[in-house]
């Protein structure tokens, strides 16, 4: 016999969720499928954010009935579903833009085979965790951090072999095992995410910008693709670069792999073939044009910038070709370039005040963008300021000199500086702007953290001078992307260290940061183990709360002396970032909760009041400890005092305390006693000789109060 399960959905998605019952009753025998109508006509209340509620609410009618309930909503915690004894909850909020490859009734099968899993074993979600993967592997169980890494399990039709085991191993029966594989196959066979589904609608968009990251490429005596003397004497006999390809020719072909490389979904793909912007983060030559070089080619150029300026010209050619396919206008170098020197870009025999220390760079920038802008101008105003437009989106970038160290000891200059002033140009730019770009990139070439596996035995090794003070700022102007270079190490992580003072400054951004390796020094300037590397980088247009902020495609050049039929080969992708609600989307979350916790008979419940508690008291909540204490007549010694919950799971605006009133009783003389000392959360101390209720009255700086209450029991110490 057929166990009846229960489906109910919002009316959007009622029609998918249709569909994927009929398939799921046709193709297997353990469970019969019924569409519930949505929630009463008479109820309008909205759906709730949070799983546990949502769950509740509608467990509340189902008499003990296996209940699937699938929402259009976003989960506060953005997980594609939950699983509770005998109800689950699935959203299919944003899975369409997920680029997955497959439709939403095939997601919404295969949501509904967890489901079922849970169901026939009799526990929740908690119960399974073991079962995780993490990375994903291709599996029902994949954790999906990044959500659109859930193609690989539907993809996979079928459950991996340790879950397989491992759910016979909990008892659940091989017939119902075979049936959700059924279902699962169903699943895969949906998916149009192939080699050969490379088509897109003439008016396909993507949805991130594309970003060339290049950096330390060293051109000069330390270059990695120069000739090489093959005899020596008079005159020296070099091998020529021959048939092997020129750097450029070597990033262009890569280029063009990614693009059509079918293991990467669309939007990646994309990134190689409508690059918007190139950024060189620093040591484009080597001496900064004071020593000569070989020529790379017969009858080519012998200086550093040169031959780096003719590269960038071949690579800009390469990407222009890959644009036109898309019918992309080329890329014009005074405006999608960006380029900021470092600290082999800067000639140290030159006096500390002169501009000559950066004269090389110049006229690489002048061959590059055909401007004269850095001539004989101060080494803090080599900064890059501007914006650019793609499809409506307005990407702010500032490139800062970190290379204006003019001060001994002379290891300062390998660990670089951005100064007051060039934050003071940073600020007027954007209070110069009409409108607020949508995305803000940072370029400096010093790193702005300690890299441990470089440290080792290295001295004067550290992050940039001020580098806290950069940070910060980036972050109160809510930058969403770094880039750097230096050291020739390929990293990538969120800075996620909100500063203490961000309550007084209002909203702080959480940058991505992206350390460049090298893309063509010398296998001797390389760290152990490290090859030559570039990125390409997507940052997402629009705000988004579902999708990382970024991708990172990062590509890398085997070490060797083997260069002929060498090329850039993947090495890795890497999602990041995510994006805070906006204020716009916040207030929307927080008048749900609002409406939530206002009384609504029956139909009230305790989560919904649990969350108008959190509202009133603005995430303020009172706590406190004890000891024993040495006083004559009394037990113990008690603080009590405020907590601020910080859980971004809650939404609820936040409030400063302007002082506290505690009512303890009569017999603690002077209660109520009033802390206006922010200090330890308001505390109050004072000694007992047994349990007691205290009542606070918290005062917020906006002239609003709250009442929190705290039964001070001594439970916990014993007999």
């Given amino acids: 016999m057929r166990g009846d399960v229960w489906i109910r959905c919002s009316g959007e998605s009622e029609s998918a969720v249709r569909d994927a019952v009929a398939t799921i009753n046709k193709v297997q025998d353990s469970w019969l499928l019924h569409v519930d109508p949505p929630f009463p006509e008479n109820d309008t209340s909205p759906v709730p954010h949070e799983p546990f509620a949502l769950a509740s609410r509608v467990g509340s009618a189902t008499a003990g009935r296996p209940l699937v309930y699938v929402t259009n909503e976003l989960f506060s915690d953005r997980w594609f579903s939950h699983e509770f004894q005998g109800i689950s909850v699935i959203s299919s909020f944003g899975f369409s833009r997920l680029d997955t490859g497959f439709p939403l009734v095939a997601y919404l099968m295969y949501e509904v085979v967890q489901s079922l899993l849970s169901f026939a074993i009799g526990k929740g979600e908690q119960d399974l965790i073991h079962f995780s993967h993490d990375p994903p592997v291709g599996c029902l169980f994949d954790l999906c951090s990044y959500k659109p890494d859930i193609r690989l399990g539907m993809a996979a039709g079928g459950l991996c072999s340790k879950c397989h085991e491992m759910l016979q191993d909990s008892g659940i029966a091989e017939r119902h095992l075979q049936d959700l594989t059924r279902i699962l196959n169903v699943v895969a066979r949906t998916g149009t995410y192939s080699a050969a589904e490379s088509r897109r609608p003439k008016d396909w968009k993507p949805e991130m910008l594309s970003i060339l990251h290049l950096s330390d490429l060293h051109f000069g005596r330390a270059y990695r693709f120069q000739p090489r003397m093959i005899k020596s004497g008079p005159p020296p006999v070099f091998q020529p670069f021959g048939s092997l390809a020129e750097l450029g020719d070597l990033v262009a072909s890569d280029l063009g792999r990614i693009s059509a490389d079918p293991q990467l979904p669309p939007a990646l793909r994309a990134l190689a073939s409508r690059v918007d912007l190139v950024v060189i983060s620093g040591d484009i030559a080597n001496s900064g044009g004071r020593d000569r070089s070989l020529p790379l080619r017969e009858s080519g150029p012998s200086d ?124 007027r730019f954007f209070q110069g702007l009409a409108h607020q770009p949508d995305r803000k990139i940072a370029v400096f070439h010093h790193h702005p953290v300690y890299i441990p596996a470089l440290a080792a035995g290295v001295e004067n090794y550290d992050a940039m001078l001020q580098a806290g003070k950069l940070l910060s700022y980036l972050q109160q102007r809510e930058f969403d992307l770094v880039l750097h270079g230096h050291k020739h190490y390929p990293m990538a992580w969120v800075h996620n260290m909100i500063p203490y003072e961000a309550p007084v400054h209002g909203s702080w951004s959480e940058p991505v940061i992206v350390s460049s390796g090298s893309l063509s020094v010398g296998g001797d300037h390389l760290p152990s183990s490290v090859p030559n590397t570039y990125q390409l980088i997507g940052i997402r247009k629009k705000r988004d709360p579902l999708r990382p902020v970024c991708a990172v495609i990062r590509r890398k050049f085997l070490r060797g002396d083997t260069l002929y039929g060498a090329r850039f080969e993947p090495d890795g992708v890497l999602h990041l970032g995510r994006d805070s609600l906006s204020p716009t989307e916040r207030e929307k979350r927080l008048a749900t909760l609002q409406e939530l916790a206002s009384p609504a008979g029956e139909g009230s419940s305790l989560h919904q009041q649990r969350a108008k508690r959190y509202e009133e008291s603005a995430g303020w909540m009172l706590v406190h400890r004890y000891r024993a204490s040495d006083a004559p007549d009394q037990e113990y010694d008690v603080s009590v005092y405020l907590v601020e919950k910080k859980s971004e799971m809650e939404v609820f605006s936040r409030k400063e305390v302007e002082y506290v009133r505690y009512a303890v009783g009569q017999f603690w003389s002077g209660s109520p006693f009033t802390v206006a000392d922010p200090e330890n959360g308001f505390e109050l101390k004072l000694s007992a000789y047994g349990p007691f209720l205290c009542i606070a009255e918290v005062s917020f700086m906006d002239g609003s109060k709250c009442r929190l209450e705290r039964y001070i029991d001594f439970e916990m110490a014993g007999g």
């Fill in 304 to 427: 550093e910038y040169e031959q780096a300026a003719e590269f960038l010209e071949s690579l800009l050619h390469a990407v222009n070709d890959l644009r036109q396919r898309e019918d992309l206008p080329p890329l014009k170098p005074s405006e999608r370039v960006v380029a900021i020197p470092g600290n082999h870009d800067v000639n140290w025999d030159e006096p500390a005040e002169s501009s000559d220390r950066f004269l090389g760079f110049a006229k690489f920038w002048r061959k590059v963008t055909g401007s004269r802008a850095y001539f004989d101008c101060p080494a803090n105003e080599i900064m890059v300021r501007t914006v650019i437009e793609v499809d409506g989106t307005t990407l702010a970038v500032v490139g800062f000199n970190s290379c204006t160290v003019t001060a001994e000891p002379s290891q300062l200059r390998e660990i670089g500086l951005v100064e007051d002033a060039q934050l003071g140009l940073c600020e």
